[in-house]
């Protein structure tokens, strides 16, 4: 029987790494809390991002962290990310929890998010399948329209209204999703927390290409990459394999080095723009 999971082998380096927490606020869930984490339900800040997860048919074969795997499984990423990098956009972050690829289970869960959460972030489901029900559900409830942005990865995208409240669809690919919200939804959240217009971005700095790299033609690419100082100035190289499933790359990556829409090539020594994803690295761009 097939299933409509992704899956594709990819060539690996097997690194340890580990998430340092910083003095942010933790992240309250509403439903589905990792284990030793108490359920919170309440509502008393105005900075509340309810994040739902509405990949589909891969529902079904999608399990938290933790959980033990079966066949043909895998595990839910993106929702545990989006609420990670909510939170370090100053934002309240809500899971929601994975909604079945059912209407009337679709049309409960964006509800409930909308009524409860000042925006709603959703992760898949705005690209075209057999059983995507998720943007007729949202054509109910709202005006959500899906668009195309030039740019990779992440090119499919929502946005609208669900029952009155903001809503923002993202990729289900990880990586598409991490970089859709470092780039349109992070200065979005910040602009709506009342941030000034020179805190909305993360800092960005100029660095040589350590190596040459590809970019799709009319597209902007994001490449996630690592910065060392060299002799004449920052040096950027690929954190590895580039695809849009391997979220390895952005967990190691200090930055998005940003490949203008005009070049399909760029050689080793060329400037780039890179969009700093550690603060610890800040310092660099002043």
């Not at 899971?95 to 409960?108: E, M, N, S």
Request: hydrophobic content about 40%; overall charge neutral.
């Amino acid at each position: 029987m097939p299933l409509d999971v992704a899956i594709q082998a990819k060539s690996l380096t097997a690194t340890l790494h580990y998430l340092k927490r910083g003095p942010e606020k933790p992240v309250r869930y509403v439903n589905d809390p990792p284990p030793g984490v108490p359920q919170w339900n309440g509502i008393d800040d105005p900075r509340e991002i309810r994040i739902e997860d509405a990949r589909g048919h891969e529902h079904e074969f999608t399990l938290d962290p933790g959980d033990p795997l079966g066949p043909g499984q895998i595990r839910d990423s993106n929702s545990w990310l989006l609420a990670a990098q909510a939170r370090s956009a100053g934002a309240e972050a809500f899971r929601c929890g994975r909604l079945r690829d059912d209407p009337a289970a679709l049309r409960r869960g964006f509800a409930l998010a909308a009524a409860e959460g000042d925006l709603v972030l959703t992760s898949g489901g705005v690209s075209v399948g057999d059983r995507d029900y998720t943007k007729q559900v949202l054509a109910e409830l709202g005006d959500v329209r899906s668009f195309r942005v030039a740019m990779q990865p992440g090119m499919p995208q929502a946005f609208g209204l669900a029952a009155g409240t903001p809503l923002y669809g993202l990729p289900g690919n990880p990586v598409s999703c991490f970089v859709v919200f470092e780039t349109l939804v992070r200065p979005a959240l910040r602009r709506l927390a009342g941030h000034p217009d020179d805190r909305l971005d993360r800092p960005r700095v100029v660095a040589r290409l350590g190596e040459p790299v590809r970019s799709p033609a009319g597209k902007v690419s994001f490449l996630r990459v690592r910065l060392e100082v060299g002799d004449e100035g920052l040096v950027a190289t690929l954190t590895g394999n580039q695809g849009s499933g391997v979220l390895s790359s952005c967990v190691a990556a200090d930055g998005l080095a940003v490949v203008p829409a005009e070049h399909r090539e760029l050689p080793a020594g060329a400037a780039v723009q890179v969009v700093l994803l550690r603060e610890d690295l800040a310092w660099v761009a002043r």
